[in-house]
């Protein structure tokens, strides 16, 4: 169990780059937007939303969990850094609205999915909390 979350974290991002090679094959792609280089490349989902927020909405439970940030404050911040990182390609017109909420969804799903394993495999009893001051 020790090496639990960080394998769970490292699978998260393993998974997310394997599918998103996966998408750009499998899945119909809509036309490219007007400031994308190539129109050939694929588009949707966005990879700029999807890895980010794959690894951060992962990190955000995991962490959570344990009991070592609190959830009210783990989730906004992983909901936000792949906004951050796709609000360029949406500024550059280089990805539509729609590529970034696919990523979104696909995000949540990849680490749905890599959390559930993780959870199968887990202690059943709840994390022990942790102590705020070493001296009490």
Do not use: I, M, N
Request: some cysteine; hydrophobic content about 45%; overall charge positive.
């Amino acid at each position: 169990q020790r090496w639990g979350a960080p394998a769970t974290l490292v699978g998260a991002a393993g998974a997310a780059a394997l599918l998103a090679r996966g998408f750009d094959r499998w899945l119909p792609q809509p036309p490219a937007p007007p400031g994308h280089e190539s129109r050939r490349r694929p588009v949707f989902p966005s990879g700029h939303t999807f890895g980010p927020a794959t690894v951060a909405l992962t990190a955000a439970y995991l962490l959570a969990r344990d009991g070592r940030v609190p959830a009210l404050a783990a989730y906004p911040v992983a909901l936000l850094v792949p906004l951050l990182t796709a609000s360029g390609k949406l500024h550059e017109q280089k990805h539509w609205a729609s590529d970034v909420l696919g990523g979104y969804v696909a995000a949540v799903a990849t680490a749905a999915a890599c959390l559930a394993a993780y959870e199968a495999g887990a202690d059943p009893r709840p994390p022990r909390r942790r102590r705020r001051w070493p001296w009490r």
